[in-house]
């Protein structure tokens, strides 16, 4: 049986000006779910991510967590990127800061842990993405597949029950993308709930235990990936599909 859904997605939709991007959208996160968001550019997917993020305000519908509605103020929403982080294409580290400290202000700042626990979570966590030796560089010394690493940790250091990712090696070069999907493919093993979003393919059905598909703003098929992959349902998925083949 399926777990109780930690996050819920309820007829959520989202315009800029008078062009909805998201349309009624309908989706349940279950605890150590790793769904992979496919779909043309423009499609939402970034749009879907922010919103549930709280990055962007929904036009209508809403998103439940652990089934309470988020709420608006400043702390509230600190407190809910805490437990449903992000990870950016373009990393979003602070770049005057050393790879330690972007690693210790979320933990510092929103969970007020101590110095000292700050320091051991974050040099934990920087183990696990291979950059423990690069605690005292700044993001400007890294490459961008070693800032990307840093990004995951840092939110990983805030010990969320879901993490979001926002095409995490599409600003990478090709040298970088694997050590990347390698420290996710290991999130992924060790229960994460995920959202990921992103082109790479073969990730996507190695990985996703389920896969949503975005054509337009509406989510076009939600099924597990070998279903996807082998005898997609639409012929938006079918067109989409050949592109990477
Ligand atoms: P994807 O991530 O699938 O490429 P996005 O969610 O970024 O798609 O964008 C979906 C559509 O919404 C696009 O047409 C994009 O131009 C539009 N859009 C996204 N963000 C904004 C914004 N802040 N203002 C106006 N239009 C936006
Ligand atoms: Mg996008």
Excluded at 192 to 205: D, P, S
Aim: net charge neutral.
């Amino acid at each position: 049986m399926k777990k109780a859904a930690v996050l819920i997605v309820k007829d959520l939709s989202k315009s800029f000006g008078s062009h909805e991007v998201l349309k009624k959208i309908d989706l349940d996160v279950a605890p150590g779910e790793v769904i992979c968001v496919l779909g043309s550019s423009g499609s939402g997917k970034s749009t879907l991510l922010r919103c549930i993020n709280h990055l962007e305000t929904p036009t209508s519908g809403e998103i439940r967590f652990h089934g309470n509605p988020v709420q608006k103020h400043a702390r509230a929403l600190s407190d809910y990127r805490s437990q449903v982080g992000m990870v950016f294409q373009s990393f979003n580290l602070f770049n005057n800061m050393t790879v330690l400290d972007n690693c210790m202000s979320g933990t510092r700042n929103v969970l007020n842990l101590s110095k000292e626990e700050a320091k051991k979570r974050a040099i934990e966590q920087l183990k696990a993405v291979g950059m423990a030796p690069y605690i005292h560089a700044k993001p400007a010394q890294l490459s961008g597949g070693q800032k990307q690493r840093v990004a995951i940790a840092r939110g990983l250091c805030m010990e969320p029950e879901i993490l979001l990712f926002d095409e995490p090696t599409s600003a990478l070069d090709p040298e970088m993308v694997q050590g990347v999907l390698t420290v996710m493919k290991d999130l992924a093993k060790s229960g994460l709930t995920m959202i990921i979003v992103t082109h790479e393919m073969a990730f996507a059905r190695d990985v996703a235990s389920r896969i949503i598909f975005m054509d337009q703003g509406y989510v076009a098929e939600d099924t597990d990936p070998e279903s996807f992959f082998t005898a997609p349902a639409t012929e938006r998925a079918r067109e989409f599909l050949s592109r990477y083949r």
